[in-house]
């Protein structure tokens, strides 16, 4: 083996200011828990997209019915089942129209592009099928004798202009002839408002039904969990409706059945925490130091226990926000004219063959905050758990 | 000395993980002799278990050989497929996991565990081979073994259930039993019985053993010769007497100042100060040397490794990595007490 | 405790005698919530005759203490006589339950059989092309799956496959196409959920000690998978398969109603909208019965799937 001979100087104690070695000691840097947490979940890019679509749909239910000039139980049968984008006739260069070949109506096309008006017709030939309207001196006739129905200005036969959209009402009219934009956003209100009762049920009750059961222990535990274990039995669902029946329809009774009975999987989770960190050393330091029992649950357990409770919370906003909107859609839900997204659902199923353009705004919305919310849970569960994360 | 039945050239494994690629093996060698244990000793994250996983391709996943040559039985097993590697596994090397609770299927009686290696290797009936199994947990000393081969793994104490493992890695008469860490999950007592027993079968049937550790005490209860693993590196390698006797690397004196002696009860123990290094960064020099109370300005340049041709001072067979085993290190550095 | 005797006789009773606690507490439940219905059953009637009522609540048996109704009713369902229903004369309730059950246990069945045939295969594909696109495609439509709601899965179904393509019938079971999308709409979200929970848990258990040493042993990489992984890796999803049957009745209140088909679930939701009190609580009671029944068969599956568990022994 060759080598050049090693510099005489090289053999001196290494200097470890100026080498470029280190400090052993602190050779791994360790993050506080909760900032890997945070930093795990901006990492989680569907988790993220959940989260600003929530902030965003939050923004909206509170502020958006206060900025629409409509109200969600306003009704305006002229101008009822609008379409959100539609293709204009021309019948003078400035007057335009929309025909809903469904239920056979003219309406006025205003400069903005919003659909204003129902043009009544000037003459309605039953028999031989056709409608005839005169406007700026123009012949215009929608024969349904066949189907599509055919307009034709002065004779001939008119063509359907490029898509316009529905200035009016983006989201266009229901079958009442209110705004379905305001009616979503009062939908979200809704959904929110059933999330936010969900919330607080869990932590009130659950936390504490759970956090009593596992602290106690023993005989107490014992029948409180049986009874956790016979409501579990049967599914939620299943209470609800019952609740409702006894409670009759509308928005608190949805709030309060969901509430009184949505705080069960949590109980149990916080006393199977609470179980796991009893058994744990500080606690019992804790006890020896004469703290009391109450101060041990809600200055050492439940601080601890905080990320499985988080877990389970953004688990069951969802399943909430569902059984509102599933309850709603069998017609046990929030009454009319309140508007959920179930009942907007189901409303969009009664005109499903007609209008099915209907159904489009009430399931996205529905669809969207569901997957919002199911991926801020699994980011958040990631987040907490690392080890789970694939 | 006859021809070694295994040997390790240039070993380099990584894992890339999410906060970037570990170096966990760094150009190991390792030859192994017929019959002999040989120990692998160091830290967690030393790269001692990865050595011997990489021997079978057996990585967790992330895990890659990036080079290296490990010769056995004519062949370069880190050349062969996967497939090819299923006629080695089980059958001519077997292995034995550290902690016998989680290396056996939960949901599968011990019996069939030990009877599928049997089926995959032997052309034997399932009768046969239930007999052999039999034998084998006779072998391992498991008591009334009749009946308890049809048992599930939870109905076994951990002692028993490293036997469990040690006679399924024994069933095809492998060449070579690599057990990483056989004992560390188990108390002290069960510990020196399966250490025992794992001797008794290798004087028996003549297996050579790999015998991955952190603890330095099995090492001299049980191995022949020893190796010292540092930072995915060996530090040294030497027979264990030897070592005990005369460690060169100040690492191995750390190590070995750091066992509890109970001649000289009541003095503190003198553990290596400092954590090992991030493997995704290793230092440039020696890997010790950020720890190392002896280190000089020429140990930010890799040591080679040294041996007892270059150094009188080495026994024969004695092998360090460290500068201070050079020779023309001025005299005095080689002396300076740990 | 060998593996010989793994049925536990003491178990099992213990476990029966407490769901017939559960049940006589589903059923107290029930009674108490329907007599708390504010007014009685019949005051949403056109204004009754005060001597009709009287012969009405009279023939129900609502003239006696509430205590006396209750053990009635409780004898009643004893005997497995759920009562007489309060809406339309001479039809009994539990001639509503049997009238629907065909259709409804058909469907259910379909749809477990869907969710298990479709969701850990899936499952098992995904696992095997980890950050692939098969991958990334199937937990993409199962994160769909597990989202949009089933009535909104049935109603979009039902639109583009019945009313926009004509595939399908829009309603009713008269031939098989029948079945394809309220079996699809019922089982969504629990092939989406199995599908998931199959990739998480076998690529958990492929994390496992015990799958190296079977590597280790020379067992071929399929072998591995097989043997020991997708067994192992199962147990979680058969403990899913209870809920399954519970939200798959509650699911089928709604997708019954959109198919327009004739089962328990439409019964139970139209005896909702009906006030129909005795339909109410006799359907309820014996969807808790069956529930406990599914949730019993499934912890003997679990029995026979794990060896760890043992019932009989108790810390």
Known sequence: MTRPPIAPEMWLPLDPQTGQLGDPIVSTATRGFWAGVRGRLFRHRPAMAGLVFIVLLIFAAIFGPMMSPYSYFEQNLELSNLPPTYRPYTVTDNTLVHVNTSNLNLYEVSEKGGLTALLRPDDRDMINRQSTWVIDDREVVLDYSQRPAVLTIDGKVAQAGGLAMNNRNPFGTDQLGRDVLVRQMYGARISLLVAAAAVLANFVIGVIYGGVAGLIGGRVDAVMMRFVEIVATIPLTLYVILMMVVLQSGLLSVVLAIGTVYWVDMARVVRGQILTLKSQDYVAAARTMGASTSRILFQHLLPNAFGPILVTLTMLIPSAIFIESFMSFIGLGVTPPQASWGTLTSEAVETLRAYPHQLFFPAVAISLTMLAFNFLGDGLRDALDPRLSS | MTAPVLSLRDLRTEYRTDRGTVQAVRGIDLTLQRGEILGLVGESGSGKSVTCMSILKLLKRGGHITSGVAEFDGRDLLQLSERQLTAVRGEKIGVVFQDPMSALNPTMTVGRQIVEVLLQHRKISRKAARDRAVELFELVRIPSARTRIDSYPHEFSGGMRQRVMIAIALACDPDILIADEPTTALDVTIQRQILALLKELRDRLGMAIILVTHDLGVIAETADRVMVLYGGQVMEEALVADLFAAPCHPYTRGLLAAIPDPRQAGRPLSPVRGSPPDMRTPPPGCPFAPRCPQAMRICETPPPMFDATGNPALQAGQRARCWRADATAPAQIFETPS | ?315
């Open chain 3, 1 to 315: 405790m060998s593996s010989a005797s793994r049925l536990p006789i003491g178990w099992l009773v213990q476990r029966v005698a407490m769901m017939l606690v559960t049940l006589l507490a589903v059923i107290t439940l029930t009674f108490a919530l329907m007599h708390a219905v504010p007014g009685g059953p019949f005051v949403s009637e056109k204004m009754l005759a005060p001597e009709i009522e009287a012969a009405l609540n009279a023939k129900f048996g609502l003239d006696q203490p509430i205590w006396r109704q209750y053990l009635n009713y409780l004898g009643g369902v004893l005997t497995l006589d759920l009562g007489p229903s309060f809406k339309y004369p001479g039809v009994s309730v539990n001639s509503m339950i049997a009238d629907g059950l065909a259709v409804t246990a058909q469907t259910g069945l379909l749809a477990i059989i869907c969710v298990v045939a479709f969701g850990v295969p899936a499952g098992i594909v995904a696992a095997l092309n980890r950050g692939r696109w098969p991958d990334t495609a199937a937990m993409f439509i199962a994160s769909l799956g597990i989202a949009v709601p089933s009535y909104v899965i049935a109603t979009v179904a039902l639109y583009i496959f019945a009313l926009r393509l004509g595939w399908t019938p829009a309603f009713g079971l008269d031939d098989w196409r029948g079945y394809i999308l309220p079996v699809f709409a019922l089982s969504g979200f629990w092939m989406s959920f199995v599908a998931r929970l199959t990739r998480s848990s076998l690529l958990e258990t492929m994390g496992q000690d015990y799958i190296m040493t079977a590597r280790a042993k020379g067992l071929p990489a399929h072998t591995v998978m097989l043997r020991h992984g997708l067994r192992n890796s199962l147990i979680p999803v058969v403990t899913v398969l209870g809920p399954v049957v519970a939200n798959l009745l509650t699911g089928s209140f709604v997708i019954e109603q959109i198919f327009a088909l004739p089962g328990i679930g439409r019964h139970f939701v139209q005896s909702i909208t009906n006030r129909d009190y005795t339909a109410i609580m006799g359907i309820t009671i014996f969807y808790a019965a069956f529930l406990m029944l599914m949730i019993l068969i499934v912890d003997l599956l679990y029995l026979w799937l794990d060896p760890r568990i043992s019932y009989g022994d108790r810390k």
